[in-house]
């Protein structure tokens, strides 16, 4: 027996980019559906241990993504899930927001209590209702069998542009010439690892790490971030298609978030690859933390205390929407009429089959704008797309994925979601000034 549900808004997947567009629905007056296919919030926040949150700032250390993101951050602050935004010692940005999923899971559902939204945990959506070119509702798998959920205006932020895909809009995947994505990571943490034996080394050899800040500063630094340990890393022949050792500390003051593992060639998108993704990611996890208790000095007494519940994935769909924001529209800093977003994090790309990383700034005041028209998916009146799977190149969605930038498009797709289904018209005919102005009313930066 299939059941029917009915809303303003509908929005497919509960990651930190779902949670701001359900929020932002809600508290605009809208009867808003989150759908998650987990039995918890987070998205790769939590599923996949993606940690911590970086940036809310530019390089220069102006804050351009406040809004319903910074609301985020205060609220852990006062639960105790997060000492706030702190700066990054040794990466290549200027902030880092540490934060406890455990804490973020709970908050996130309080907060949907609060905007009145209602939310479907252990739910997949697996398939869509178009009609005139309009998504009329979307099915959903699970425990009690087929549900509709029918709605005025979707929001599709599964990562994976999944509603799109189902609806038979048009969506890009990985680079132009391949198609092929950056690597998934499967990231996991460690306890017992002594940070001030780290701290030292990094003060005696310096010519071993990424680095910006003086390394006669660290002793008055927090220590939120370490990317290197080349010479331990080549010399330990670890088989990962990587170059160097990545993990950031914290939580607790004995942990580590590690982000080493590499899997490369395989399709996010495709059952069969994300198996083969799983298995190979979790023996590299065991080949990462027996090289650290051998090699790195503060990881001998140290052991693995979690793994991600699932593979981290960086890339797979996303819409070919009415704009496709380039990496020229990101490294000049482009500013746009129909801004509804900024953000000042790098291109950070991950080669999707080398070892390295490719790493650009961006011009000028170190942000840019992410349009409206990226939002929009093409040949539907009725679907936004926020977070991962906005519409980008290749190139810009190495920036545009990052954590904070996800959460500023989704408090915006649920913003217009519900200025649309108010005022009754296609998504791609809402006057941006109201939007923006909703916006900026909600503290967000423009």
């Given at each position: 027996?299939k059941?029917?549900?009915?809303?303003?808004?509908?929005?497919?997947g509960?990651?930190?980019?779902?949670?701001a567009a359900?929020?932002a629905a809600?508290?605009?007056g809208?009867?808003?559906?989150l759908i998650?296919?987990?039995?918890?919030l987070g998205g790769?926040?939590?599923?996949?241990?993606v940690?911590?949150?970086?940036t809310?700032?530019?390089?220069?250390g102006?804050?351009?993504?406040k809004g319903l993101?910074?609301?985020i951050?205060?609220?852990l602050?006062?639960?105790?899930?997060?000492?706030?935004?702190?700066r990054d010692?040794v990466?290549?940005?200027?902030?880092?927001?540490p934060y406890h999923?455990?804490?973020f899971?709970?908050l996130?559902v309080?907060m949907?209590?609060e905007?009145?939204v209602k939310?479907l945990a252990h739910?997949?959506?697996?398939e869509v209702?178009?009609e005139?070119?309009?998504i009329r509702?979307?099915s959903?798998?699970g425990?009690s069998?087929?549900i509709d959920?029918?709605?005025?205006m979707?929001v599709d932020?599964?990562g994976?542009?999944?509603?799109?895909h189902?609806?038979?809009?048009?969506?890009?995947k990985g680079?132009?010439?391949?198609?092929?994505?950056?690597p998934?990571?499967m990231?996991?943490r460690?306890?017992g690892v002594d940070?001030?034996?780290v701290?030292?080394?990094?003060i005696d050899?310096p010519?071993?790490f990424?680095h910006k800040t003086?390394?006669?500063?660290?002793?008055?630094?927090p220590?939120?971030?370490?990317?290197?340990?080349?010479?331990?890393?080549?010399?330990?022949?670890?088989p990962i298609n990587?170059?160097?050792?990545l993990?950031?500390?914290?939580?607790?003051?004995?942990?580590v978030?590690?982000?080493?593992?590499?899997?490369q060639?395989?399709?996010?998108?495709?059952i069969e690859d994300?198996?083969?993704?799983?298995?190979i990611?979790?023996k590299?996890?065991?080949?990462?933390?027996e090289f650290l208790q051998?090699?790195?000095p503060?990881f001998?007494k140290?052991?693995?205390?979690?793994?991600?519940a699932?593979?981290g994935?960086r890339e797979?769909?996303r819409?070919d929407g009415l704009?496709?924001?380039s990496?020229?529209?990101v490294l000049?800093?482009?500013r746009f009429d129909d801004?509804?977003?900024r953000s000042?994090?790098?291109?950070d790309?991950?080669d999707?089959s080398?070892?390295?990383v490719?790493?650009?700034?961006?011009k000028?005041s170190g942000?840019?704008?992410?349009p409206?028209?990226?939002?929009?998916?093409?040949?539907?009146?009725?679907?936004?797309?926020?977070?991962?799977c906005?519409?980008?190149t290749?190139?810009?969605l190495?920036?545009t994925r990052?954590?904070?930038?996800c959460m500023?498009t989704?408090?915006?797709?649920?913003?217009?979601a519900?200025l649309v289904c108010?005022?009754g018209?296609?998504a791609?005919?809402?006057?941006v000034?109201?939007l923006?102005?909703r916006?900026?009313?909600?503290n967000?930066?423009l």
């Open positions: 027996m059941h029917t549900l009915e809303a303003d808004v509908v929005v497919v509960g990651g930190p980019a779902g949670i359900a929020i809600g508290r605009q809208a009867s808003t559906v998650e296919r987990y039995g918890f790769m926040s939590t599923a996949a241990s940690y911590p949150w970086m809310f700032h530019t390089e220069q102006e804050q351009v993504i993101a910074q609301e951050v205060d609220r602050m006062e639960r105790g899930g997060s000492p706030g935004h702190l010692t990466g290549f940005v200027y902030s880092v927001t999923p455990e804490i899971k709970v996130a309080d949907l209590q905007a009145g939310l739910s997949f959506a697996d209702q178009v005139g070119g309009k509702s979307v959903l798998a425990k069998g087929r959920v029918r709605g005025r979707f932020t599964s994976d542009a999944d509603v799109a189902l609806a038979g809009a048009p969506t890009l680079r132009e010439e391949d198609q092929r994505t950056q998934m990571t990231k996991f460690m306890r940070l001030e034996a701290r030292q080394v990094m050899n010519d071993n990424y003086p390394f006669a500063e660290l002793d008055r630094l220590l939120t971030g370490v990317s290197g340990f080349y010479a331990e890393w080549k010399a330990g022949q670890v990587r170059d160097q050792v993990f950031f500390t914290g939580p607790a003051e004995d942990e978030l590690v982000n080493c593992t590499r899997v060639g395989l399709d996010g998108t495709s994300l198996t083969l993704a799983e298995a990611g979790r590299q996890v065991l080949m990462m933390a051998n090699s790195i503060g001998a140290a052991s693995i205390s979690s793994v991600g699932q593979i994935i797979t769909r819409i704009y496709r924001l990496i020229e529209d000049e800093g482009r801004a509804i977003a000042g994090y790098p291109i790309l991950h999707p080398g070892k390295g490719t790493s650009a700034f961006i000028g942000a840019y704008d992410i409206y028209r990226s939002l929009i998916a093409q040949g539907l009146d009725n679907l936004l797309a926020a977070g991962r906005i519409s980008t290749h190139e810009a190495a920036t990052l954590t904070p930038s500023a989704g408090e915006a797709a649920g913003t217009a519900a108010a005022i018209m296609p791609r005919e809402l006057d000034k109201l923006q102005e916006l900026l009313r909600g967000a930066v």
